[in-house]
């Protein structure tokens, strides 16, 4: 496999990891193990690695993005001889994906600065509500890969939109539902609308539903409080965004939350360990979840 690897990349230069699949018949994880240990082939990695929760793992920690992912979109590999190319793809690859996290940063922002002006004079949102956007965006690593949206299995352009809507105590329950109603039709619509292909994975809650979920005492709550950790202010009350960053800290869920990171940067060290000595055969029956991804989709559900 390394001298047809080899073959193709001396023809076409550096390619991602995808790109690469997408020449050669192999097994993801086989192409993966060939890349990582091939004398004649060299890697390069891009962009941000960060903490990602995963019930499927003792102590729930795992860094993300998954091996998968990262070899596939964020991983360009080259031949060992020609290191300058190499270079100059992974940059041309990190470019592509901040502009990629920044479209859609700008996307979310003008939907619901377009929604938060349309209920003006009916609802208090600037003052009440509190926009925060998560996830990939977050760390500049979306990607525009094509994926199937979980509920309607229809393709969309990579990385979803994580917002979570946070109210203050005094804001009404119906008034609540209609700004969950007003996210939903913008969800649906750009979801279906064929320039766009975006998805947006949303939540809505008040003050008192995060002061429970500040208490980290069950799976759910861990993966809450996490993208409230690493959540951005969009839109909205920059008191309320405020006044969750100090419940967070106060309460110790940022201490929690980095001694989580730490053992799952240990754990991804491991499992690249265990996934280059370990007979693939062995892996695919005991193994599979350290190569492949798993989605954080609890909070929005």
């Not at 700008?106 to 002006?117: D, G, K, M, P, R």
């Not at 969309?156 to 539902?177: A, H, I, N, W, Y």
Request: with cysteine; proline share 3%; charged share 30%.
């Amino acid at each position: 496999m390394e001298r047809e690897l080899v073959k193709i990349l001396r023809k076409k230069g550096p390619l991602t990891g995808q790109a690469l699949s997408n020449e050669i018949a192999c097994d993801a994880l086989v192409l993966w193990r060939t890349c990582r240990s091939a004398q004649n082939l060299a890697i390069r990695t891009v962009g941000t690695r960060y903490l990602r929760l995963d019930r499927r793992i003792d102590g729930y920690a795992r860094i993300s993005p998954s091996l998968l992912r990262e070899f596939l979109t964020y991983t360009v590999v080259g031949l060992s001889q020609d290191p300058a190319s190499l270079v100059e793809k992974s940059l041309e690859i990190e470019s592509h994906i901040r502009e990629v996290s920044k479209s859609k940063s700008e996307l979310v922002y003008s939907i619901i600065s377009a929604l938060a002006n349309r209920f003006e004079n009916e609802l208090p949102i600037r003052d009440k509500v509190c926009f925060i956007l998560a996830g990939d965006i977050v760390y500049n690593m979306a990607h525009d890969v094509p994926r199937p949206e979980r509920s309607t299995g229809k393709l969309v352009r990579g990385s979803d939109m994580d917002l979570v809507v946070v109210t203050d105590d005094q804001f009404q329950k119906r008034s609540l539902e209609r700004l969950d109603e007003a996210i939903y039709r913008e969800k649906s619509e750009i979801l279906i609308a064929p320039h766009l292909r975006e998805e947006i994975d949303y939540v809505v809650k008040n003050l008192d539903r995060v002061r429970q979920q500040i208490h980290f005492d069950t799976f759910r709550h861990m993966v809450a409080c996490k993208i409230l950790h690493e959540g951005t202010l969009l839109y909205g009350s920059e008191q309320i965004f405020h006044k969750i960053k100090t419940m967070l800290a106060v309460s110790g869920v940022v201490e929690k939350l980095a001694f989580m990171e730490k053992g799952a940067r240990i754990f991804r060290k491991n499992a690249v360990a265990i996934l280059l000595k370990e007979d693939p055969h062995k892996i695919k029956q005991k193994h599979l979840s350290l190569f492949y991804p798993t989605e954080e989709s609890e909070e929005f559900e």
